[in-house]
C-alpha cells in the first residue's frame, strides 16, 4: 500500500468506512456569578484591563481563599440537569503548573472527590435520541487572559489581564461515547442548551465562557478496543470542534495505515491552516502535582441544599421537546426547534395560550418570525410583534378572514409597525374578499381569456385546474378566498 503521509490525506472513502471515531469532550463553562471564585473581585468581562484584582486572584503571599456560595449553587444546578450524582463531600484540590497567566502557580481545581459523578445528557441525531454518559462535573478558577501583540508572526510584547483570574468554572467530563464529529456537534449544542435554561453560564464562545477540548482517537470498525487518543484544544466555536474533528480523524487514520503509530499528545487547532499541530506530548496527572488545597474546607453539599436547589430548576429543553410533541401534536423536528431555547419556546406556549392552534402557530414562528428577525439581527425578546398579536393573526388566516399570502405581507408590516393585525388590515386594504360576485366576475373573465384551458380542463384534464386558480387569485391580489374560487371555478368550467 502507498504511504499516506500527514499532507496527502486523500484517504479512499472504504478505508475511512473500515475505522470507527471515537471522541470524549472536556468543556470548561463559566459560571454566571457576580463576584469570582474565591474573593469579591468582579467576574464581569470586557473591564479595563486588570481592574478587577485582589491579593487572593493575583496570588500574593498570605491572601486567603473564600468559596463564593453561587458558584457552588450554579454547579450543583449543571449537575442536576446533567443527571450527575451530587456527592455529599467533595474537595478542592490544587493543580500545580508554572504559567504567567497563573500567578499562585497553581489552579484550584476538584480531582479526586469532584462535586458531582456519574450523569447523561441525551443527544438528538440523525433523527435518533442517544444517550451520552457525563463523567464528571468539577468546579475550579480560570486562568488571567495572555494577550501576545502581533502574535503569531512575531511575539513582540506580551501582556497579561488578570481580570479573568480566579472566574469560577464548571469544567463537564464526557465519557467517550460520541462516535462522529456531527454527535460532538449535537452534543455541545445540546449541553449549551441546558446550561443556558438553567441560566449556569452564558455561553458566549466568543467571550470564551464557553470552551471545548475534544479526544479522539480511531479503532477499527468491530474492535473491542479504544485507540490512543490525542487531545485537541482551542476549538472555540461549534464549526472548529467538527472541522478539527474531520482533519484529526483522518490524520490518525492516514498514520495507522502507513504502518504507524498514534502518539498521546496534547494537539491544537490551527484555525488558519485547517489543521491539528502537535502542543506538547500528553500531561499526565503526576506532572501536576496535585493535593488537596489546604486553604479550603472539603466542600458538603447536604441534601437539602440539594433538594431546595432541584425545586428550583426549570423544565429542561429534552422534557420540553417531549412535551410539546405530545401536548401539541407537532413533529419532533419543530419541537427540536422551538425548545432550542426557553425564549422561543415560552414565545410559542404564548401564541399558542393566545388561542392559536399549535401547528399552524409553529409553522408561523419558524417560517415568518424566525425569519424577520435573523434579517433584522433581532432576537426573540425584541420581537416587534408580540405572541398574543401573532395569535390573532393566525386566527384569521384559519378562519380564512385573509388568506395565507395575505396573511404573510399583514405579518410584515406588523413586524416592521408593531401594530396589530387587525388595524393593518383595515388601514391597508388586506381584507379578504369573500363577495360571491365578484369573485365571480374575476373567474369568469379568466375563463374567456383561456378558452384553450377551459377546452382541455372540459376534456378531462384537471391538471389545469392549478392555473386557473392561480390567474384568479392573481386578477385579485391575492385577496380572493380561496375556498370560494376553487367552488366557482368548479362550477364555470363544468
Ligand atoms: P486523561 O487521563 O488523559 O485525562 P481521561 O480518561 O480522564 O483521560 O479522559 C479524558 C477525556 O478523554 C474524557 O472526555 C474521555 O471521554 C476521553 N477519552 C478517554 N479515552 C479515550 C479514547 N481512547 N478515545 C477518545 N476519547 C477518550
Ligand atoms: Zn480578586
Ligand atoms: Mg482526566
Known sequence: MAKLTQDSMSIPPEVLAGYEP?????????????????CACSARFGDPPNTNTCPVCLGLPGALPALNRRAVELGIRAALALHLNVQETSRFARKNYFYPDLPKGYQISMYELPLAKGGWLEIEHDGQTKRIGI?????????AKNLHEGFPDSAEKSYVDYNRGGTPLAEIVSEPDLRSPTEAHAYLTALKQVLLYTEVSDCNM???????????SVRRRGAEMFGTKAEVKNLNSFRYLQHALEFEIERQIAVLESGGKITQETRLWNVAAGRTEPMRSKEFAHDYRYFPEPDLLPLRVSAAWRDEIAATMPEL????????????????YDAEVLASTRALSDYFEGVVRA???????????????L???NDAGKEIPESPVPPAELA??????????????????????????????AEIIAA????????????????REVIEKNPDNAAKYRAGNEGVFKFFVGQVMRASLGQANPQTVNDTLKRLLS
Not at 137 to 143: K, T
Not at 206 to 216: I, K, P, Q, T
Not at 397 to 413: L, Q
Open 392 to 421: 390573532a393573526l393566525v386566527a384569521k388566516v384559519e378562519r380564512g378572514e385573509i388568506n395565507a399570502s395575505t396573511g404573510k405581507k399583514v405579518f410584515a408590516r406588523m413586524f416592521e409597525t408593531g401594530k396589530p393585525a
Open 206 to 216: 466568543e467571550e470564551g465562557s464557553l470552551r471545548c477540548d475534544a479526544n479522539v
Open 135 to 143: 463523567t464528571r462535573l468539577h468546579l475550579e478558577d480560570d486562568a
Open 317 to 332: 429543553p429534552e422534557a420540553k421537546r417531549k412535551r410539546f410533541v405530545r401536548d401539541f401534536g407537532i413533529t419532533p
Open 355 to 369: 388561542g392559536a392552534p399549535a401547528k399552524p402557530a409553529a409553522n408561523w414562528i419558524q417560517v415568518e418570525l
Open 371 to 373: 425569519r424577520q428577525l
Open 428 to 443: 391597508e386594504g388586506f381584507s379578504q374578499v369573500s363577495d360571491a360576485g365578484e369573485i365571480e366576475r374575476w373567474c
Open 22 to 38: 471515537v471522541i470524549g469532550l472536556e468543556v470548561h463553562a463559566q459560571l454566571k456569578t457576580d463576584t469570582k471564585a474565591f
